[in-house]
């Protein structure tokens, strides 16, 4: 098993060069945020997680999670006291607001954290994972007394958050959801009903768990329109606003799941010893699921980011592993001799699919973050309209593309590894096993790919994807009229930004004829935008490593190994791109025409 060094070098390099981290430090709340601080922080941050949470990650996986005969959950040897350390440092609060004791660093500081502790251990990511999303919902609509009653704890991780959406029979579709809430005539309701999946639904490493829960009010209409949001402390509050007497909510099984075997997955019931639980209305009645929305692109980006950090490890043990690994003997090498794998050209292949996707993926998230951060605090209206957009877009790029590199990565890394990578003594295989979560939560992959066609492809009549189609086509020109050995790179992104027009065109003028048309082509064309975006991240590097080469600013041999990926991405995985043209435009005659 190997451990996990935090690649401070390649976030520093996307950081500077491909985000603008002095424009968000121009930010009013973001002042004390300057790129040097941001650095600091995030190398304590990283030293961290590689000594503190990084052990933890294969242990936890064998160790698993206990259910008590009294409904607790007992986490893994280890968590209990990192997450306590976590809450002392302060680093679930980074990018929080500071009127609530958050550090109010941007989302982009929090992103990159983020990567970080969930490339160290996913499973015990998924508690201030959690906490997120239970922490911003609440944050814009919360009223004030429930923001002072609950922000700061959360904030801080002391209290620890869930998000409570799924039942069995509500699951893609939300709004089939069942659990009731009544008014009880004292401003609060009582919850009944029972909630499947919940992510850190109940655990031993915080003072209170805060479930965010959606359920139905009596007279609420059916589906979407007719959910409401509501806070059900696992503890009530006493009068010192400290946890009290329990709330009436039992964990009353846990899931045995092939991966993030560490991350309580909890089947939680509400009101089973009488009325209900005590919950607390967040802002309207039947308002929850406009409330879901304002978070979503972070909670999306967050799940994305998983896919990420574990291609992130993985590559680490690929690459570790293939300088071990002695087999065959490489062409030119003495005979006799086994070679390294690493010599082999094909293994090679393998490691740049890995590493070249891994620098993509890491730029395309991070210019998503550092989107929510100009849409919330840009001082101009145009900008703030310009950077939601942007956001908008990425966010399902990020999730299903991320989260299906994801898994393609960590694959490839058993691959590495030949039948070592199968046995689970390496560690290779938990990484594929943690990964297989990310495409199906948070809204599965095939929602992602809907929510591109039928929210984002139409926002502006189409403008917004075009604008970026435009945007990347000039990143490609600049590279062509660059000339020199990027001009290749700038060829095929050129084609791949071309690939993408055609499929964007074709699918505003038919694509909505018939839905079932522009649905069929709808994942072939996300992955498209993701893949073209990728491209254009590695040809932005590859212009700015070129000019910090002839400055002489930076370490030359990392900025060479990023145009050596950066070429390869152009050579390799660009020209997929090309593909996806006809099964996006395919129509879904076929799909209905076949037997299933
Ligand atoms: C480990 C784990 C942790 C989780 N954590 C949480 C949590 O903390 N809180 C929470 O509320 N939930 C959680 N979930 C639930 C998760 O969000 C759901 O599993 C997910 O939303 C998919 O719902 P489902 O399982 O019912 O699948 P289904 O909705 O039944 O989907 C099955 C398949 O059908 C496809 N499909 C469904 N509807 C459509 C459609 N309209 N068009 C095209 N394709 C469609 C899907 O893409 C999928 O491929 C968790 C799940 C797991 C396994």
Same mark, same amino acid.
Not at 430 to 459: C, S, W
């Given at each position: ?24 430090? =121009? ?21 961290? /997680? ?14 698993? *999670? ?12 280890? @968590? ?6 976590? #809450? ?14 958050? %550090?109010? @660093? ?88 029972? +909630? ?8 031993? /490493? ?32 006493? !009068?010192?606003?400290? &946890? ?32 209900? =639980? ?15 929305? $304002? ?35 490489? #062409?030119?090498? &003495?005979?006799? !001799? ?11 292949? /393998? ?12 730029? #395309? ?13 840009? &001082? ?8 939601? !957009? ?8 990020? +999730? ?31 990484? @594929? ?57 700038? !060829? ?7 690939? %993408?027009?055609?499929?964007? $065109? ?12 522009? *649905?069929?082509?709808?994942?072939? @064309? ?37 145009? =050596? ?32």
């Amino acid at each position: 098993v190997s451990d996990y060094t935090p690649p401070l070098d390649d976030i520093r390099f996307t950081l500077d060069h491909l985000c603008d981290l002095d424009g968000l430090a =121009a930010l009013e709340p973001f002042a004390h945020a300057d790129p040097d601080t941001v650095h600091e922080v995030l190398a304590e941050v990283a030293r961290f /997680m590689a000594d503190v949470v990084g052990p933890l990650n294969a242990n936890s996986d064998e160790q698993g *999670l206990e259910l008590t005969d009294d409904n607790r959950v007992i986490t893994p040897d280890g @968590f209990k006291e990192a997450y306590a350390k976590y #809450v002392e440092y302060g680093y679930g609060a980074i990018a929080f607001d500071p009127e609530y004791d958050g %550090g109010g @660093f941007p989302q982009l500081v929090g992103v990159v954290t983020q990567e970080m502790i969930t490339s160290a251990c996913l499973s015990f990511s998924m508690a201030p994972l959690l906490t997120q999303g239970g922490i911003e919902m609440p944050s814009e609509h919360a009223d004030d007394e429930q923001k002072a009653a609950y922000l700061p704890k959360m904030i801080t991780g002391e209290w620890s958050g869930t998000m409570n959406l799924t039942e069995s029979q509500a699951g893609s579709d939300v709004g089939a959801l069942t659990t009731r809430a009544v008014p009880a005539g004292d401003g609060s309701y009582r919850i009944t009903g029972t +909630k499947i999946f919940i992510s850190f639904g109940e655990h031993d /490493m915080a003072d209170n768990i805060v479930h965010l829960v959606l359920a139905r009010t009596p007279d609420a209409p059916p589906g979407t329109k007719g959910i409401s949001c509501f806070i059900v402390p696992k503890f009530l509050l006493d !009068e010192d606003g400290d &946890p009290g007497v329990r709330n009436d909510v039992t964990c009353v099984s846990i899931e045995h799941k092939m991966g993030i075997n560490a991350s309580p997955t909890c089947t939680l019931s509400f009101g089973d010893d009488g009325e209900g =639980a005590v919950g607390y209305l967040i802002g309207e009645e039947n308002q929850g699921m406009r409330y879901m929305f $304002t978070m979503m692109n972070t909670a999306r980006l967050a799940v994305g980011l998983q896919g990420l950090s574990l291609a992130e490890r993985a590559t680490q043990q690929a690459v570790e592993f293939a300088h071990e690994r002695r087999q065959g003997t490489a #062409v030119g090498a &003495p005979k006799g !001799e086994q070679s390294l794998i690493v010599e082999h050209p094909d293994v090679r292949r /393998m490691l740049l699919t890995m590493r070249a996707q891994v620098e993509a993926m890491r730029g #395309v998230m991070y210019h998503n973050a550092q989107a929510i951060d100009f849409a919330r605090h840009h &001082p101009d209206a145009d900008e703030r309209r310009r950077w939601q !957009e942007t956001a908008d877009l990425f966010t399902p790029l990020s +999730k299903a593309w991320g989260t299906d590199l994801g898994c393609e990565i960590t694959s490839i890394n058993i691959q590495v590894h030949g039948g070592m990578g199968y046995v689970e003594e390496t560690g290779a295989a938990q990484h @594929f096993r943690d990964a297989r979560i990310a495409p199906i939560y948070e809204g599965t992959n095939g929602i992602q790919a809907m929510d591109l066609v039928g929210r984002k492809l139409p926002m502006r009549g189409g403008g917004v994807i075009t604008d970026h189609l435009d945007t990347m086509a000039g990143t490609a020109e600049a590279l062509t009229t660059a000339g020199g050995d990027l001009a290749g790179l700038g !060829e095929m992104l050129a084609a791949g930004v071309d690939a %993408g027009r055609e499929v964007t $065109t074709w699918m505003l003028e038919n694509g909505f004829e018939d839905p079932n048309d522009a *649905l069929a082509g709808s994942v072939p @064309f996300l992955r498209l935008l993701g893949i073209i975006t990728g491209g254009w991240i590695h040809a932005r590097a590859a212009l700015a490593a070129t000019a910090a080469i002839a400055e002489g600013d930076g370490d030359t041999d990392f900025l060479k190994g990023r145009l =050596a990926t950066a070429r390869f991405y152009g050579d390799h995985i660009l020209p997929e791109a090309q593909s996806l043209v006809r099964p996006a435009t395919a129509g879904s005659a076929q799909l209905f025409a076949a037997n299933l």
